[in-house]
Nanobody, 120 residues
Framework: QVQLEESGGGLVQPGGSLRLSCAAS???????????MGWYRQAPGKQRELVAA???????NYADSVKGRFTISRDNAKNTVYLQMNSLKPEDTAVYYC???????????WGQGTQVTVSS
């Protein structure tokens, strides 16, 4: 019964920045630190793809297309994960989904998604 709620999406011009937040609530078994957190995105007509992920230890992984532009971080005390997106491009336009995977069970939870539109 872990729920994920994204916020921070919107319309931004190319080269601009957005900061997405994902707050986890409900029953967080083993604590928030027991989850690998990530951001995925899905553009119309395309498959959902991993954008960035972060472990409790701070190890991160990024899609090649966003390396150097996006930064994922987490605040376990707030049960929140963030995605700082800089130098945004029109190709970044997509619905961005927060994702949580409980390590011990490998179970998945998804947020409802937040729309990010990069357009002039």
């Amino acid at each position: 019964q872990v729920q994920l709620e994204e916020s921070g999406g919107g319309l931004v011009q190319p080269g601009g920045s957005l900061r997405l937040s994902c707050a986890a609530s409900g029953s967080i078994f083993s604590g928030f630190s027991g989850y690998v957190m990530g951001w995925y995105r899905q553009a119309p007509g395309k498959q959902r793809e991993l954008v960035a992920a972060i472990t409790n230890g701070g190890s991160t992984n990024y899609a090649d297309s966003v390396k150097g532009r996006f930064t994922i971080s987490r605040d376990n005390a707030k049960n929140t994960v963030y995605l700082q997106m800089n130098s945004l491009k029109p190709e970044d336009t997509a619905v961005y989904y927060c994702h949580a995977r409980r390590i011990v069970t490998m179970s998945d939870r998804w947020g409802q998604g937040t729309q990010v539109t990069v357009s002039s």
